[in-house]
């Protein structure tokens, strides 16, 4: 199955503009599927550490968005143990507009504010609710165990 | 005698022919008029007048004599002396002798040859017996024509009396005079012409009847006088009608005998005279000058005569015939094919000429017609299936027919009918063997001069003439042994334009060379001390042994040239054109046999040469030698080159071609007949085919059976006449093993699946479902023969479904949503399913400006940004697209909050989104998008802008002086039949791929469809024809020759043609396409194959390309199964179509097969 232009170009510009901070590489064999490495935002619980996803554009790609997932453990209300995101723009919200750069900018951009109302892990959403400074601070020591190596 | 052997001649009241003895009646009648009662005479006009349409029935046999039954019969004993001497005149025939009894010759008959009947003595017997008969046939004057055996010669003309007995005949005459003793019994009468035309004439009850509305020429009034030169009274005008025109054409010499009048005559009383006719010696010296008439074989120079020449010589051919006729000379011999109908048919064309002319008279005109005329044409037109009947016969060519190779000088490959069209006209020109017999040529009868007069006196014979022949419709009487002219060795091609008659020719022309042209190339060019002898530039026609003149239209003269380059090898051809400027050459030095090896093999002229050059020869008096010309010399052969230039026989150019003088006489032509079949007669003139070439011949046979409606006894002769002369083959024949004359370019057809839209599916998936439950349910109840049609019904809906779902739908339904469609474009807030771009532009600036004046600060962001992406998408700077990052958009469609993305990736979206169960948002603004308000960006002017291949070609002129009109349209219209379909769209994209000029055919059999397909043709800008069967024949012929047309450099000539296969499937020549699309499978291929065929057939020069649409997954694809059956089944049986062949019971079997294949 070729490569639909769209992918070619997304992954083109990708590499001729990077967006600081963030980085997406494909794989030889497999064009659909990126390495992404996301530097936590500064003045965040995350800053320092560089947080590994996958990222895989599906058949219906733009149709459908891209499936995307942090490899590194990370404390996060909206990201579950298992590294799933959750996002409106990955979800309801995608539109074919929207691109590889646009969500990860949004992922990125989701580290530095999380949104505890809307969670995925119930457990850190809670923590995070009840005792906010705590939470905050296992996050900055998740990402210095996981992120920071 | 018996009354009733009585019926037999009409009129005959004197013995006039020794055969003629034979009938009883005549010699009782002539006695009744002196001894029998006067009841006797009026029953014998009673015959008279119930006999008179019994012309020829054979005298019988007559009976020996016997000397006691003729006394029985005569009634008187006479003596023994007697009756042997009237035995002897009579040739021991009885009858003969009754009624030389009667009449009272045999009284006289020792002292008869000096009588008046007998030549004068001062051109005694011996006198012209003396003249040497033998020094007469071999010194054929020089001004003899191509016909010299048919002409008498002078010597043996001179050899002849002055006047030569013929015969006799009664006749009861009418006096003028009333007096007693004005003729006796016995008293010769001279037959005489008035000198002058009387005004009026006597009437039989002796009134005076002015003569009205009839012309001079129509007075045939012949008296008979006295010794003394008093006139007595008149012949009867039938009599006079005919000897009258004898007399004035100085033919005959009539004298009469007085055989019964009263003694007491009075005016208008009837007396009976005898008349002795005589030939004239003039009548014979005038053929040559009688020839000159006949409108065959005359110099051609002076015709313009020719009306009243012709008039001559119909009543020169009715009294010729009227006058063998009363004096019963039958001809000796006579040709077979023309003795059935001759006589009849003659006097039948003189009848009808004559009334043609009272009718033109009436009308106030001259009955001299303007000859030269080109727009008078005579005959009628011919019906279209008549003229198939007759090119049948031409037609029915055998593919078994021997092949002739060409010389090897000759230098192309002949296809195997050529070659045989090659040895059919080697056949034609060496066939001199049949000339070689002296038969006698077929228009002459052979008459025996009589050797005795009607009293039985023996005429003076002339030795070496006891026989003279008539040609009956030249009028000509001769002396001389007509010989059959040597057969036309030539003919007409008549194959069908694009078989290659020009190279066939050719073929001809290397490969029959006279013997003075093959002896010429065996030879080096003369040295010049070794120059031939010139011939002195004479005014006789030279022959040129070794060229081929070809007259064809001037702007095919070129093209004879360089074909004769192509088809020769180098040298071997010498060609001349001979036209204009060039035509300096004098040709009778040029074409000499003495200069044989540098003459010229072909001369290439035009018909506008031959014209003018025909004028200079008219206007210098016939002179043909003096000005080295086309007509100074003999070819070996002519060709005329569409050869219908000529049709008209009265046009001076054909009247100029029949003068060119050659060996061979070939017409090439496509059309021998183009719409009457006197335009035959001129190529047969033309062609010199005896004798046919006669017109009065061609009338008597042809145009009068013709016009008289014996139509299919008019074509049968034209048959006859066109079977030995005419090769005609036609583009259409095939060989047996049904492999066309030229082989056709090559095809493809290739079968398309298309594949349904999703609404389309739906619609196709509903009434599939209906139609298999229906089958289901019969089949269950064994009822699928009976429910048939409704089956058969809804599978025509499956198959309209699959070419486009408003087919299938209630017509009154579409027309509705129709006209909510209209009502939505009405609507001003609302958008129309077609919208011009710049209207819209306008609409949102005006607002916006309306917006600025009110509140200049608040300027409607949204509307401001409407303004911007409409002049985006008018720039076409739309970019790329936000989808799949095309960029220019493919195919640009936008929603109304006028984001754009490329119509199949707004369309994929809205379909992922609906499928999904979401309302379909728009991919930039998340706005909700109604599926139906989104719409494509098409640009007009270029016909491919759609598909974008080579639009840019178009937009380089016309885009630079005024911006390209650009419409927004509905992707998914309110109006039904304004949306497009799977198939419309597969056929529009194979459409755009075309190089430009290429021309398309598109057949469905839905004339609906096609009223769908051309809308979305117009829309991408495709300019189409439209065929079907509701136009009328004229229309549908305009429409083809637009098609046809050759119009590659024009734009916007439409190269697409809509047709419907049942209309435009038969017959119709479209190879101006070379492209075929077939929008839906009919049930069998057979009639596909047709349609397809109106593109792959003779005269297609590319490759064909035949795509069949066929819908994927549906009932078509079956069909296609079935149509495979069918052709197997067809192939197994020998016949054509399924429905044609088997049982009743076959038949159904094989519908329900059908339906288990469609539905099962």
Not at chain 2, 858 to 881: M, N, V, W
Request: a negative charge; charged letters at 25%; one cysteine or more.
């Amino acid at each position: 199955m070729a490569l639909p232009k769209r992918i070619i170009k997304e992954t083109e510009r990708l590499m001729a503009e990077p967006v600081p901070g963030i980085s997406a590489v494909p794989h030889e064999d497999n064009l659909r599927y990126f390495d992404v490495s996301i530097h936590g935002p500064s003045q965040s619980p995350y800053e320092g550490g560089i947080f590994k996803l996958e990222l895989f554009l599906p058949e219906d790609y733009p149709m459908t968005p891209p499936k995307i997932r942090f490899l590194t453990k990370i404390y996060h209300p909206n990201i579950d143990k298992l590294g799933r995101i959750c996002l409106d723009v990955l979800k309801s919200n995608w539109s074919p507009a929207l691109q590889i750069r646009t969500i990860l900018l949004s992922i990125q951009a989701l580290l530095g504010a999380p949104n505890p109302d809307d969670p995925l892990a119930n457990d850190v959403a809670q923590r995070w609710k009840e005792d906010q400074e705590a939470a905050i601070q296992t996050a900055r020591e998740w990402t210095k165990t996981h992120a920071m190596t | 005698m018996d009354i009733d052997v009585r019926p037999r001649k009409k009129r005959r009241f004197f013995v006039d022919d020794p055969e003629d003895v034979a009938d009883p009646q005549v010699s009782t009648s002539s006695v009744t008029a002196t001894s029998r009662p006067a009841s006797a005479t009026s029953s014998t006009r009673e015959q008279r007048s119930s006999q008179t349409e019994v012309h020829d029935i054979q005298p019988l046999p007559s009976p020996a004599f016997d000397a006691d039954t003729f006394r029985t019969v005569i009634g008187e004993d006479v003596g023994q002396d007697v009756v042997n001497q009237i035995q002897a005149a009579a040739h021991g025939d009885i009858e003969r002798a009754i009624n030389i009894y009667f009449d009272g010759s045999w009284k006289k008959s020792a002292s008869a040859a000096s009588s008046a009947q007998r030549p004068p003595p001062s051109k005694g017997v011996d006198k012209w017996l003396a003249t040497s008969e033998g020094s007469s046939s071999a010194s054929i004057a020089p001004e003899q024509r191509n016909d010299a055996g048919t002409v008498p010669t002078r010597a043996r003309v001179h050899s002849m009396p002055n006047e030569r007995y013929v015969g006799s005949f009664g006749v009861a005459a009418w006096m003028t005079k009333s007096g007693a003793n004005l003729l006796a019994h016995g008293e010769a009468v001279r037959i005489e012409r008035s000198k002058i035309a009387p005004r009026t004439k006597l009437g039989r009850g002796g009134k005076l009847v002015p003569i009205v509305g009839r012309n001079q020429k129509a007075d045939v009034i012949t008296r008979f006088t006295n010794s003394r030169g008093e006139e007595l009274g008149r012949l009867p005008e039938e009599t006079a009608a005919w000897v009258s025109s004898l007399v004035d054409q100085k033919i005959c010499r009539f004298e009469g005998t007085c055989v019964y009048a009263p003694d007491r005559v009075r005016v208008n009383d009837t007396v009976y005279l005898q008349v002795r006719a005589y030939f004239l010696k003039t009548a014979f010296e005038a053929s040559a000058f009688v020839k000159s008439k006949d409108d065959n074989r005359a110099t051609g120079f002076f015709e313009e005569k020719e009306n009243s020449e012709e008039k001559d010589l119909r009543l020169r051919q009715v009294a010729l015939i009227k006058l063998f006729e009363e004096v019963n000379l039958n001809p000796t011999s006579t040709n077979e094919t023309t003795a059935k109908h001759k006589k009849q048919g003659l006097l039948r064309a003189a009848e009808m000429a004559e009334q043609y002319d009272k009718e033109k008279d009436s009308k106030g005109k001259s009955g001299v017609s303007t000859p030269n005329s080109e727009e008078e044409e005579e005959g009628e037109e011919l019906e279209e299936d008549q003229l198939d009947a007759l090119y049948q016969k031409a037609r029915s060519f055998d593919f078994d027919t021997p092949e002739a190779e060409p010389v090897s000088t000759f230098a192309l490959d002949l296809r195997k009918y050529q070659k045989q069209a090659l040895h059919w006209m080697l056949a034609k020109e060496r066939d001199e063997t049949s000339s070689k017999q002296q038969s006698m040529h077929p228009l002459w009868e052979e008459y025996v001069w009589p050797t005795k007069d009607a009293n039985d006196v023996s005429l003076p014979t002339v030795e070496g003439q006891d026989k003279f022949y008539v040609n009956l419709y030249s009028g000509e009487i001769g002396l001389e042994f007509p010989v059959q002219e040597q057969n036309c060795l030539g003919g007409i091609l008549a194959d069908e334009m694009g078989l290659g008659k020009t190279i066939e020719i050719y073929s001809l022309i290397h490969s029959n060379r006279s013997d003075i042209d093959l002896q010429a190339a065996g030879k080096p060019v003369a040295s010049v001390n070794h120059l031939p002898r010139l011939p002195q530039s004479s005014t006789s026609v030279e022959p040129a042994p070794c060229t081929t003149l070809v007259v064809a239209p001037m702007s095919l003269l070129a093209q004879w040239e360089s074909e004769a380059v192509k088809c020769s090898n180098p040298g071997t051809l010498r060609t001349m054109v001979y036209y204009g400027s060039e035509k300096t050459a004098n040709l009778q030095v040029l074409c000499s046999a003495a200069n044989a090896a540098s003459a010229p093999n072909v001369i290439i002229t035009s018909y506008g040469t031959v014209l003018s050059e025909f004028g200079q020869v008219t206007a210098a008096g016939g002179d043909r030698g003096s000005n080295g010309g086309l007509f100074s010399v003999e070819f070996h052969r002519v060709i005329l080159d569409e050869a219908h230039t000529i049709k008209n026989r009265q046009a001076k150019t054909s009247k100029a071609c029949y003068e060119l003088k050659a060996k061979h006489r070939w017409v090439l032509t496509g059309t021998p007949i183009v719409n009457r079949l006197e335009d035959l007669f001129s190529l047969v003139r033309f062609l010199k085919v005896e004798p046919w070439s006669n017109f009065s011949y061609w009338k008597t046979f042809i145009t009068v059976p013709f016009e008289s409606k014996e139509i299919a006894r008019a074509l049968n002769v034209v048959q006859t006449v066109l079977e030995p002369l005419v090769l005609r083959r036609t583009k259409d024949m095939k060989t047996p093993e049904g492999e066309a004359l030229v082989p056709l370019p090559p095809k493809s057809i290739v079968v398309e699946e298309v594949e349904l839209s999703k609404t389309e599916r739906e619609v196709y998936d509903l009434i599939f479902t209906r139609a298999k439950r229906a089958f289901n349910e019969s089949v269950q109840a064994g009822t699928l023969l009976k429910s048939y049609t409704t089956i058969f019904a809804q599978i025509l809906r499956l198959r309209q479904s699959c070419c486009h779902p408003v087919l299938t739908r209630n017509k009154d339904l579409v027309a509705d949503e129709e006209d909510a469609a209209v009502a939505a474009a009405a609507d001003a807030n609302g958008f129309a399913d077609d919208m011009d771009l710049q209207d819209l532009i306008d609409r949102f600036t005006q607002d916006t400006n309306l917006a600025g004046k009110d509140q200049a600060a608040e300027k409607d962001p949204i509307t401001t940004f409407t303004t911007h992406a409409l002049r985006q998408i008018q720039d076409e700077s739309g970019g790329e697209c936000p989808l799949c990052y095309e960029e220019p958009m493919l195919n640009p469609a936008v929603t109304t909050c006028w984001h754009s993305a490329c119509k199949d990736c707004l369309e994929r979206l809205i379909s992922h989104q609906t499928d999904k169960g979401e309302v379909p948002r728009c991919f930039s603004c998340r706005e909700t998008i109604n599926p139906r308000d989104v719409f494509e960006v098409v640009k007009h002017n270029s016909p491919s802008a759609s598909f974008d291949t080579e639009g840019d070609m178009y937009s380089a002129d016309g885009a630079a002086s005024k911006p390209p009109k650009i419409s927004l349209r509905r992707i998914h219209p309110y109006s039904p039949t304004a949306s497009t379909s799977a198939k419309i769209a597969a056929l529009l994209k194979h459409l755009s791929a075309l190089p430009r000029g290429a021309k398309s055919v598109v057949f469905s059999q839905f004339t609906a469809f096609l009223d769908l397909i051309a809308p979305q043709l117009s829309k991408h800008g495709f300019q189409h024809l439209r065929f079907d069967g509701t136009m009328s024949q004229k229309v549908r012929a305009q429409v083809i020759r637009a098609f046809n047309a050759d119009n590659a450099s024009d734009p916007k000539a439409p190269r697409i043609l809509l047709l419907s296969l049942r209309a435009g499937g038969v017959g119709l020549n479209l190879t101006a396409a070379n492209h075929c699309y077939m929008m839906d499978p009919w049930w069998s291929f057979a009639v596909e194959a047709q349609a397809i065929d109106r593109v792959h057939r003779m005269g297609q020069t590319q490759d064909v390309e035949v795509v069949r649409f066929v819908t994927k997954d549906s009932i078509e694809g079956r069909m296609l199964r079935v149509q495979e059956r069918k052709m197997a089944v067809a192939g197994s049986l020998g016949v054509g179509q399924s429905g044609a062949g088997g049982t009743e019971e076959e038949r159904r079997k094989r519908r329900v097969e059908e339906l288990e294949m469609l539905l099962g």
